[in-house]
Structure formats: structure tokens, C-alpha cells
């Protein structure tokens, strides 16, 4: 894996090549990475733009599940097996809810600000998009 510059403007407005940052192989389109303030645009095959929405839908899931889970057992706590089963299924959400965003750690690049105010820094990415990211005149 490899680290690039990119200029914050173009990873914002999908500007960047169109290779996958994860695969190097022509992608099809694009999906958010980075927590904001640095969210920007980055290209996936379909197939991992798939894989990525699938994780956060799931993330989603996980930790509202959890939630619910854990207040139907506090709130039914008169029944003594309700309320640690209940207890039990929140934490067992909040680590599938860990997991999940590990998983998507691994498929997108982690987005830093970059030396100079109009650029981020990219971690995590394929070669053969940091060679294409190279090409592209500034």
C-alpha cells in the first residue's frame, strides 16, 4: 500500500482517476471517505462500492440494534433473564459495530490534511492509483 497527495479540491469534487484506490483496477464510480472535516470522493470498482455500502448499512444496523436491545432490557427489567440478555446483545452489538468499522478501515484509504492547506494525504492506497495520481498534471 502506498500514501499520496492529493489536491483537495479535486478529491472533493471527484476529480480523482478513475483506478480504485483499494484494487488499482479501473473503477466505476465513487464513495465518501474520511471523517469530516476531510470527507472527500474516492473511485471504487462496483464491486467494493458494494462491499462498502453493505458495511456501513450493517454498521447502521449493528449499533441501533444494540440500542434497542439493551432499553427493551432495562425497561422489562422485572423479568430477571431480560435485562442482562438484554445487556448482553448491546455489547455484542457495540463489538460487531468494532468489527465493521475495521472492515471498512481496510477498504478505504485513511484521508489526513496535508502539509500545504490545499491538500489531503491519502494512506492506504493502491500503487497503480498512486502512479495515476502521479500522471495527472496539476
Known amino acids: ?6 489536491d ?3 478529491a472533493r469534487e471527484r476529480g480523482l482517476p478513475l483506478v480504485s484506490v483499494r484494487s488499482g483496477a ?5 464513495v465518501k471517505a474520511g471523517r469530516p472535516p476531510y470527507v472527500i470522493q474516492v ?4 464491486d467494493e462500492f458494494d462491499m462498502a455500502r453493505s458495511l456501513e448499512s450493517r454498521r447502521r ?4 440494534g ?3 436491545c439493551a432499553a427493551v432490557g432495562v425497561s422489562m427489567s422485572r423479568f430477571p433473564v431480560l435485562l442482562p440478555l438484554g445487556l448482553l446483545i448491546g455489547l ?3 463489538g460487531l ?8 478501515r481496510r477498504l478505504l484509504p485513511v484521508v489526513e490534511a496535508g502539509p500545504g492547506s490545499a491538500e489531503f494525504t491519502l494512506s492506504g492506497v493502491h500503487k497503480d492509483f498512486a502512479a495515476a495520481v502521479a500522471e495527472v498534471p496539476d
Not at 61 to 64: G, K
Open 92 to 94: 455484542l452489538s457495540a
Open 43 to 46: 473511485p471504487l470498482t462496483q
Open 8 to 10: 483537495r479540491h479535486q
Open 1 to 6: 500500500m502506498a500514501t499520496v497527495r492529493v
Open 26 to 30: 479501473p473503477a466505476d464510480g465513487f
Open 61 to 64: 444496523t449493528a449499533i441501533w
Open 97 to 104: 459495530w468494532g468489527v465493521i468499522w475495521l472492515q471498512l
Open 66 to 68: 444494540g440500542v434497542a
